[in-house]
């Protein structure tokens, strides 16, 4: 057997690089599309964390099989012109980015991709388009955290503002002097 071209090793260790530091990566078909328009989609992706690249799909299954993300599911996706939104920070605005682009350009097919270790199939790729940002996810947990958190404290505080309370009204029923030596 010969050994692989080092060009073509190179190329292994760069998809695997961009996997492994990746925290999504959406796999799409681009045939027919323009070299101008590859460009446009990849300034699109570039203030969403994605990097778009274009591989051979022999060389992104090698990688696959290095990183041990060699799944059927993923092998299916490898057929035909494949390019790779590599995607670092939220792959809910990366997928909304491309279901953008692509509304504009019909030649773009997302074919599925990759969500940490798991394999998405086209429509799960395409549902993360309809999910709200991470920002807002955060900030709505942080919310319902909040609103418990909330009533606990006016809670506790209660007690304390009631004696308060008591203890004002008494001062001022007995004119402030009376109150002061009970």
């Known amino acids: 057997m010969e050994n692989p071209r080092p060009e073509k090793v190179q190329k292994v260790a760069e998809v695997v690089e961009l996997l492994n530091g990746s925290d999504a990566a959406l796999l ?3 045939r027919g599309m323009q070299v101008k328009h590859l460009s446009e ?8 964390g994605g990097e778009y690249k274009v591989y051979k799909n022999t060389l992104v299954w090698k990688a696959a099989l290095a990183t041990g993300m060699d799944t ?3 092998e299916k996706l490898l057929h035909g012109p494949t390019a790779i939104a590599f995607i670092k ?3 809910v605005e990366a997928a909304k980015a491309l279901r953008e682009f692509a509304k504009t ?3 773009l097919i997302v074919k599925g991709g990759l969500l940490g270790s798991k394999v998405l199939s086209a429509s799960e790729a395409a549902a993360l388009a309809d999910m709200p940002p991470r920002v807002q996810v955060l900030a709505e947990l942080a919310g319902l955290f ?3 958190l909330s009533t606990l404290a006016s809670l506790i505080e ?3 503002r009631d004696i308060a309370y008591a203890i004002s009204a008494l001062i001022d029923k007995n004119g402030g002097e009376n109150a002061a030596a009970a």
């Open 146 to 148: 909040e609103a418990p």
């Open 28 to 30: 799409t078909e681009y």
């Open 72 to 74: 059927p599911e993923l």
């Open 105 to 107: 350009n019909p030649n």
């Open 89 to 91: 920070g939220d792959a």
């Open 41 to 48: 989609l990849r300034r699109t992706l570039r203030p969403v």
């Open 158 to 160: 209660a007690p304390a």
